[in-house]
Protein backbone atom coordinates (compact mmCIF):
# COMPACT_ATOMS: atom_id res chain seq x y z
CA UNK A 1 0.00 0.00 0.00
CA UNK A 2 1.89 2.76 -1.36
CA UNK A 3 0.21 5.47 0.97
CA UNK A 4 1.27 4.03 3.83
CA UNK A 5 4.25 6.07 5.52
CA UNK A 6 4.04 8.51 3.00
CA UNK A 7 3.67 12.40 3.11
CA UNK A 8 0.21 12.10 3.75
CA UNK A 9 0.67 9.90 6.37
CA UNK A 10 2.22 12.03 8.30
CA UNK A 11 0.17 14.65 7.86
CA UNK A 12 -3.11 12.84 8.68
CA UNK A 13 -2.91 9.22 8.90
CA UNK A 14 -6.39 7.93 9.90
CA UNK A 15 -8.23 8.29 6.64
CA UNK A 16 -5.27 5.81 5.34
CA UNK A 17 -6.29 3.49 8.62
CA UNK A 18 -10.26 3.32 8.04
CA UNK A 19 -9.03 2.02 4.46
CA UNK A 20 -6.90 -0.51 5.94
CA UNK A 21 -10.06 -1.32 8.24
CA UNK A 22 -12.48 -1.71 5.13
CA UNK A 23 -9.63 -3.99 3.30
CA UNK A 24 -9.78 -6.48 5.78
CA UNK A 25 -7.93 -4.88 8.82
CA UNK A 26 -4.24 -7.50 8.14
CA UNK A 27 -1.64 -6.42 5.52
CA UNK A 28 1.99 -7.14 4.65
CA UNK A 29 3.71 -4.24 3.88
CA UNK A 30 7.30 -2.69 3.51
CA UNK A 31 8.28 -0.36 6.31
CA UNK A 32 10.64 2.81 6.07
CA UNK A 33 13.70 0.86 8.32
CA UNK A 34 13.56 -1.83 5.69
CA UNK A 35 11.10 -4.60 7.14
CA UNK A 36 8.72 -6.70 5.83
CA UNK A 37 6.00 -6.45 8.50
CA UNK A 38 1.77 -7.37 9.17
CA UNK A 39 -0.10 -4.44 9.62
CA UNK A 40 -3.11 -5.17 11.83
CA UNK A 41 -5.71 -2.17 12.21
CA UNK A 42 -9.39 -3.17 13.74
CA UNK A 43 -9.52 -3.07 16.61
CA UNK A 44 -10.64 -6.24 18.24
CA UNK A 45 -7.60 -7.86 16.72
CA UNK A 46 -5.48 -5.53 17.75
CA UNK A 47 -6.69 -5.98 21.51
CA UNK A 48 -6.24 -9.35 21.02
CA UNK A 49 -3.12 -9.30 19.54
CA UNK A 50 -1.57 -7.06 22.54
CA UNK A 51 -2.34 -9.92 25.28
CA UNK A 52 -1.56 -13.05 22.86
CA UNK A 53 1.25 -14.74 24.48
CA UNK A 54 2.18 -16.65 20.89
CA UNK A 55 3.03 -12.95 19.94
CA UNK A 56 6.61 -12.71 20.95
CA UNK A 57 8.31 -9.09 21.93
CA UNK A 58 11.73 -11.05 21.99
CA UNK A 59 13.82 -10.34 19.04
CA UNK A 60 15.46 -14.12 19.30
CA UNK A 61 11.94 -14.90 17.90
CA UNK A 62 12.10 -13.04 14.84
CA UNK A 63 12.77 -14.83 11.35
CA UNK A 64 16.19 -14.47 9.68
CA UNK A 65 15.10 -12.14 7.35
CA UNK A 66 14.37 -9.18 9.96
CA UNK A 67 15.76 -5.97 9.19
CA UNK A 68 13.61 -3.34 11.44
CA UNK A 69 15.03 -0.83 13.85
CA UNK A 70 16.69 -2.76 16.74
CA UNK A 71 18.41 -1.92 19.99
CA UNK A 72 21.40 -3.31 20.75
CA UNK A 73 21.87 -5.80 23.81
CA UNK A 74 23.13 -3.18 26.08
CA UNK A 75 19.96 -1.05 26.14
CA UNK A 76 17.81 -4.07 24.63
CA UNK A 77 16.90 -5.77 28.18
CA UNK A 78 13.95 -3.89 29.44
CA UNK A 79 10.24 -4.70 29.70
CA UNK A 80 9.07 -3.71 26.44
CA UNK A 81 11.39 -6.37 24.49
CA UNK A 82 11.27 -9.55 27.15
CA UNK A 83 8.40 -12.05 27.38
CA UNK A 84 7.99 -14.18 30.74
CA UNK A 85 9.20 -14.81 32.82
CA UNK A 86 12.13 -12.62 32.22
CA UNK A 87 9.27 -9.69 31.89
CA UNK A 88 7.26 -10.82 35.24
CA UNK A 89 10.65 -10.25 37.47
CA UNK A 90 11.62 -6.99 36.02
CA UNK A 91 7.74 -5.76 36.07
CA UNK A 92 7.59 -6.90 39.85
CA UNK A 93 10.60 -4.81 40.80
CA UNK A 94 9.70 -1.79 39.08
CA UNK A 95 5.82 -1.47 39.60
CA UNK A 96 5.67 0.03 43.06
CA UNK A 97 7.28 3.05 41.82
CA UNK A 98 4.21 3.61 40.06
CA UNK A 99 1.25 2.96 42.25
CA UNK A 100 -1.43 5.17 42.87
CA UNK A 101 -0.03 6.11 46.13
CA UNK A 102 3.22 6.74 44.51
CA UNK A 103 2.45 8.69 41.65
CA UNK A 104 0.02 11.02 43.76
CA UNK A 105 3.02 11.69 46.14
CA UNK A 106 4.81 13.60 43.11
CA UNK A 107 1.52 15.27 41.67
CA UNK A 108 2.48 18.63 43.73
CA UNK A 109 6.04 19.04 42.43
CA UNK A 110 4.67 18.12 38.80
CA UNK A 111 2.14 20.43 39.24
CA UNK A 112 4.92 23.02 40.61
CA UNK A 113 6.94 22.76 37.16
CA UNK A 114 4.53 23.15 35.14
CA UNK A 115 3.47 26.34 36.28
CA UNK A 116 7.33 27.04 36.79
CA UNK A 117 8.00 26.46 32.76
CA UNK A 118 4.96 28.36 31.50
CA UNK A 119 5.44 31.19 33.90
CA UNK A 120 9.30 31.40 32.22
CA UNK A 121 7.42 31.88 28.70
CA UNK A 122 6.23 35.14 27.57
CA UNK A 123 3.06 36.64 26.67
CA UNK A 124 2.30 38.41 23.41
CA UNK A 125 4.38 36.97 21.11
CA UNK A 126 4.70 33.68 19.24
CA UNK A 127 6.42 30.76 21.27
CA UNK A 128 7.10 27.18 20.49
CA UNK A 129 5.23 25.09 22.90
CA UNK A 130 7.06 21.87 22.29
CA UNK A 131 10.74 23.54 22.95
CA UNK A 132 9.21 25.49 25.74
CA UNK A 133 6.66 23.40 27.56
CA UNK A 134 5.97 20.02 26.20
CA UNK A 135 9.41 19.11 25.82
CA UNK A 136 11.17 20.26 29.41
CA UNK A 137 8.10 19.35 31.44
CA UNK A 138 8.68 15.20 30.91
CA UNK A 139 12.21 15.65 30.77
CA UNK A 140 11.94 17.68 34.36
CA UNK A 141 9.59 14.68 35.94
CA UNK A 142 11.18 11.46 35.31
CA UNK A 143 14.65 13.67 35.53
CA UNK A 144 13.98 14.38 39.12
CA UNK A 145 12.26 10.47 39.47
CA UNK A 146 15.54 8.94 37.67
CA UNK A 147 17.81 11.21 39.59
CA UNK A 148 19.21 12.66 36.33
CA UNK A 149 20.93 15.87 36.95
CA UNK A 150 19.46 18.38 35.61
CA UNK A 151 22.59 20.07 32.98
CA UNK A 152 22.11 16.44 31.45
CA UNK A 153 18.70 16.15 30.77
CA UNK A 154 19.00 18.29 27.63
CA UNK A 155 21.42 16.04 25.69
CA UNK A 156 18.62 13.22 25.85
CA UNK A 157 16.38 15.11 24.09
CA UNK A 158 18.88 15.38 21.09
CA UNK A 159 19.42 11.38 21.48
CA UNK A 160 15.68 10.60 20.84
CA UNK A 161 15.22 13.01 17.97
CA UNK A 162 18.13 11.46 16.29
CA UNK A 163 16.72 8.18 16.98
CA UNK A 164 13.15 8.69 16.37
CA UNK A 165 12.74 11.32 13.61
CA UNK A 166 16.18 11.13 11.55
CA UNK A 167 16.34 14.13 9.54
CA UNK A 168 16.95 13.97 5.78
CA UNK A 169 20.35 15.13 5.70
CA UNK A 170 21.01 12.84 8.91
CA UNK A 171 24.54 10.90 8.64
CA UNK A 172 23.98 7.12 8.74
CA UNK A 173 26.07 6.69 11.30
CA UNK A 174 24.28 9.65 13.58
CA UNK A 175 21.49 6.62 15.03
CA UNK A 176 24.38 4.23 16.31
CA UNK A 177 26.61 7.39 17.56
CA UNK A 178 23.26 8.01 19.61
CA UNK A 179 23.18 4.68 20.72
CA UNK A 180 26.44 4.56 21.96
CA UNK A 181 26.67 8.22 23.60
CA UNK A 182 23.11 7.32 25.76
CA UNK A 183 24.77 3.94 26.56
CA UNK A 184 27.76 6.07 27.91
CA UNK A 185 25.56 7.94 29.37
CA UNK A 186 23.84 5.70 31.71
CA UNK A 187 26.18 3.68 32.92
CA UNK A 188 28.14 6.63 34.16
CA UNK A 189 25.11 7.78 35.48
CA UNK A 190 24.63 4.42 37.03
CA UNK A 191 28.25 4.35 38.89
CA UNK A 192 27.49 7.80 40.06
CA UNK A 193 24.44 6.94 41.93
CA UNK A 194 26.09 3.72 42.70
CA UNK A 195 29.25 6.12 44.63
CA UNK A 196 26.49 8.27 46.04
CA UNK A 197 23.05 6.79 46.47
CA UNK A 198 19.87 9.09 46.25
CA UNK A 199 16.18 8.79 47.13
CA UNK A 200 15.05 8.13 43.43
CA UNK A 201 14.08 5.39 41.56
CA UNK A 202 17.86 4.30 39.77
CA UNK A 203 19.14 4.57 43.26
CA UNK A 204 16.49 1.77 44.58
CA UNK A 205 17.27 -0.28 41.30
CA UNK A 206 21.26 -0.27 42.01
CA UNK A 207 19.93 -1.39 45.40
CA UNK A 208 18.02 -4.33 43.82
CA UNK A 209 20.93 -4.99 41.75
CA UNK A 210 23.58 -5.22 44.50
CA UNK A 211 21.95 -6.32 47.50
CA UNK A 212 19.81 -8.81 45.74
CA UNK A 213 20.93 -9.30 42.49
CA UNK A 214 17.27 -10.14 41.32
CA UNK A 215 18.37 -7.71 37.61
CA UNK A 216 21.43 -8.07 36.04
CA UNK A 217 24.24 -4.65 35.05
CA UNK A 218 22.47 -5.23 31.47
CA UNK A 219 18.85 -4.82 32.64
CA UNK A 220 19.78 -2.07 34.86
CA UNK A 221 21.05 0.16 32.13
CA UNK A 222 18.23 -0.97 30.02
CA UNK A 223 15.64 -0.25 32.77
CA UNK A 224 16.84 3.38 33.02
CA UNK A 225 16.69 3.85 29.38
CA UNK A 226 13.08 2.72 28.78
CA UNK A 227 12.49 5.02 31.58
CA UNK A 228 13.86 7.95 30.15
CA UNK A 229 12.80 7.29 26.43
CA UNK A 230 8.97 6.06 27.52
CA UNK A 231 8.87 9.10 30.39
CA UNK A 232 9.66 11.57 27.74
CA UNK A 233 8.79 10.93 24.09
CA UNK A 234 5.00 9.66 24.73
CA UNK A 235 4.31 12.76 26.83
CA UNK A 236 5.97 15.36 24.63
CA UNK A 237 3.75 14.66 21.77
CA UNK A 238 0.63 13.85 23.94
CA UNK A 239 0.82 17.96 25.19
CA UNK A 240 1.37 18.81 21.79
CA UNK A 241 -0.90 16.78 19.77
CA UNK A 242 -3.71 17.53 22.68
CA UNK A 243 -3.28 21.45 22.42
CA UNK A 244 -3.38 21.04 18.65
CA UNK A 245 -6.86 19.16 18.57
CA UNK A 246 -8.18 21.35 21.17
CA UNK A 247 -7.54 24.72 19.30
CA UNK A 248 -9.20 22.72 15.52
CA UNK A 249 -12.13 21.98 18.41
CA UNK A 250 -13.05 24.87 19.25
CA UNK A 251 -16.53 24.29 21.27
CA UNK A 252 -14.33 21.58 22.99
CA UNK A 253 -11.91 23.71 24.21
CA UNK A 254 -14.89 26.32 25.62
CA UNK A 255 -16.05 23.35 27.31
CA UNK A 256 -13.24 22.29 28.99
CA UNK A 257 -12.28 25.91 29.67
CA UNK A 258 -15.60 26.43 31.48
CA UNK A 259 -15.37 23.03 33.82
CA UNK A 260 -12.16 22.03 34.49
CA UNK A 261 -13.74 19.10 36.39
CA UNK A 262 -13.78 17.52 32.74
CA UNK A 263 -10.09 17.41 32.40
CA UNK A 264 -9.77 13.64 33.64
CA UNK A 265 -11.83 12.76 31.07
CA UNK A 266 -10.77 15.09 28.59
CA UNK A 267 -7.21 13.52 29.41
CA UNK A 268 -8.10 9.96 28.06
CA UNK A 269 -9.93 11.60 24.75
CA UNK A 270 -6.69 13.78 24.13
CA UNK A 271 -4.91 10.46 24.11
CA UNK A 272 -7.03 8.09 22.25
CA UNK A 273 -7.91 10.83 19.41
CA UNK A 274 -4.26 11.56 18.35
CA UNK A 275 -1.93 9.08 20.05
CA UNK A 276 1.56 9.87 19.68
CA UNK A 277 2.67 6.45 19.58
CA UNK A 278 1.14 4.87 16.48
CA UNK A 279 2.19 0.70 16.50
CA UNK A 280 3.08 -1.46 19.35
CA UNK A 281 6.57 -3.08 19.84
CA UNK A 282 6.83 -5.15 16.93
CA UNK A 283 5.40 -8.51 18.06
CA UNK A 284 6.57 -12.20 16.24
CA UNK A 285 4.36 -15.08 16.01
CA UNK A 286 6.27 -17.92 17.94
CA UNK A 287 3.95 -20.53 15.68
CA UNK A 288 1.97 -20.07 12.49
CA UNK A 289 -0.29 -17.91 13.83
CA UNK A 290 -4.09 -16.84 12.27
CA UNK A 291 -5.16 -13.13 12.50
CA UNK A 292 -7.81 -11.29 11.09
CA UNK A 293 -8.19 -14.36 9.20
CA UNK A 294 -4.50 -14.54 7.58
CA UNK A 295 -2.50 -17.27 8.48
CA UNK A 296 0.71 -15.13 9.84
CA UNK A 297 3.98 -17.22 9.46
CA UNK A 298 6.19 -18.08 12.70
CA UNK A 299 8.60 -15.37 12.96
CA UNK A 300 7.18 -12.56 10.28
CA UNK A 301 7.00 -8.54 11.72
CA UNK A 302 3.56 -7.97 13.09
CA UNK A 303 2.34 -4.56 13.89
CA UNK A 304 -0.57 -3.85 16.36
CA UNK A 305 -2.08 -0.45 14.69
CA UNK A 306 -2.73 1.50 18.37
CA UNK A 307 -3.95 4.54 16.77
CA UNK A 308 -6.18 2.65 14.31
CA UNK A 309 -7.70 0.58 17.02
CA UNK A 310 -8.52 3.52 18.35
CA UNK A 311 -10.62 5.32 15.73
CA UNK A 312 -12.49 1.82 14.80
CA UNK A 313 -15.62 2.75 13.93
CA UNK A 314 -17.41 -0.56 15.40
CA UNK A 315 -15.73 0.06 19.13
CA UNK A 316 -15.70 4.15 19.30
CA UNK A 317 -18.70 6.61 17.87
CA UNK A 318 -17.79 9.20 15.52
CA UNK A 319 -13.68 8.37 16.07
CA UNK A 320 -12.64 10.83 14.21
CA UNK A 321 -14.66 13.58 16.06
CA UNK A 322 -13.07 14.92 19.20
CA UNK A 323 -15.22 14.66 22.73
CA UNK A 324 -13.71 15.39 25.54
CA UNK A 325 -17.19 13.30 27.15
CA UNK A 326 -16.87 10.24 25.69
CA UNK A 327 -17.70 7.61 27.91
CA UNK A 328 -16.86 4.86 27.92
CA UNK A 329 -13.51 5.22 26.07
CA UNK A 330 -11.64 1.84 25.66
CA UNK A 331 -8.88 2.71 24.08
CA UNK A 332 -5.63 1.02 23.73
CA UNK A 333 -3.29 4.04 23.97
CA UNK A 334 -1.76 2.54 27.54
CA UNK A 335 -1.75 -0.86 25.77
CA UNK A 336 -3.85 -4.12 27.33
CA UNK A 337 -2.53 -7.27 28.80
CA UNK A 338 1.00 -7.98 30.99
CA UNK A 339 2.54 -5.43 28.52
CA UNK A 340 0.13 -2.67 29.39
CA UNK A 341 2.15 0.76 30.25
CA UNK A 342 3.49 0.46 34.02
CA UNK A 343 4.23 4.13 33.77
CA UNK A 344 -0.04 5.07 32.33
CA UNK A 345 -0.57 6.55 35.76
CA UNK A 346 2.33 9.31 35.74
CA UNK A 347 1.68 10.03 32.12
CA UNK A 348 -1.88 10.86 33.29
CA UNK A 349 -0.83 12.64 36.24
CA UNK A 350 1.82 14.87 33.77
CA UNK A 351 -0.66 15.62 31.19
CA UNK A 352 -3.00 16.75 33.85
CA UNK A 353 -0.99 19.01 35.51
CA UNK A 354 0.24 20.60 31.46
CA UNK A 355 -3.18 21.01 30.38
CA UNK A 356 -4.55 22.28 33.91
CA UNK A 357 -1.20 24.84 33.75
CA UNK A 358 -2.10 25.86 30.28
CA UNK A 359 -5.77 26.69 30.96
CA UNK A 360 -4.59 28.98 33.50
CA UNK A 361 -2.82 30.90 31.47
CA UNK A 362 -4.64 30.65 28.10
CA UNK A 363 -3.04 30.06 25.03
CA UNK A 364 -4.15 30.56 20.94
CA UNK A 365 -2.63 29.29 18.02
CA UNK A 366 -0.12 31.87 16.66
CA UNK A 367 -0.05 30.16 13.34
CA UNK A 368 -2.95 28.49 10.69
CA UNK A 369 -3.14 24.93 12.20
CA UNK A 370 -3.04 24.09 8.38
CA UNK A 371 0.65 24.86 8.50
CA UNK A 372 1.67 22.65 11.31
CA UNK A 373 4.97 20.69 10.28
CA UNK A 374 4.65 16.77 11.56
CA UNK A 375 7.70 14.83 12.20
CA UNK A 376 8.61 12.75 9.10
CA UNK A 377 8.06 9.58 11.73
CA UNK A 378 5.77 6.41 10.98
CA UNK A 379 6.06 4.99 14.47
CA UNK A 380 5.53 8.73 16.70
CA UNK A 381 2.99 11.15 15.64
CA UNK A 382 3.96 14.52 16.87
CA UNK A 383 4.74 18.11 15.47
CA UNK A 384 7.79 19.73 15.03
CA UNK A 385 7.31 22.91 16.58
CA UNK A 386 3.42 24.16 18.02
CA UNK A 387 3.73 28.48 17.74
CA UNK A 388 1.22 29.53 20.64
CA UNK A 389 0.24 33.04 21.79
CA UNK A 390 -0.32 32.93 25.60
CA UNK A 391 -2.25 34.91 28.12
Known amino acids: ?29 STPDGAAAWVVTRYDDVRA ?13 AGAGYRGFSLPPALDANLLNLDPPDH ?31 AGLPSGEPVDLIAGFAAPLPLRVIGDLLGVPPADRARFRGWTTTLLTPGPDQPPTAARDAVVAMHGFLVDLVAAKRAEPGHDLLSGLIAVRDDE ?12 FLALWAGYENLVHLIGNGVRALLAAPDQLADLRSDEALLPRAIEELTRFDQ ?17 GVEVPAGDTVLLGIASANHDETVFDLPDTLDLRRDPNPHLSYGHGIHRSFGSRLSQAEAAAAFSALLARGFRAA ?17 TELPLLLG
Open 367 to 383: VDLADLQWQPSFRNRGL
Open 88 to 118: TRLRTLIAGEFTPRRVHELVPAIEAAARELL
Open 276 to 292: PLQWAIRRFPTRELDIA
Open 1 to 29: MSELFGRAFHVDPYPIYARLRAGGGIRQV
Open 213 to 224: DRLSEAELVSMA
Open 49 to 61: GLADPRLSVDRSN
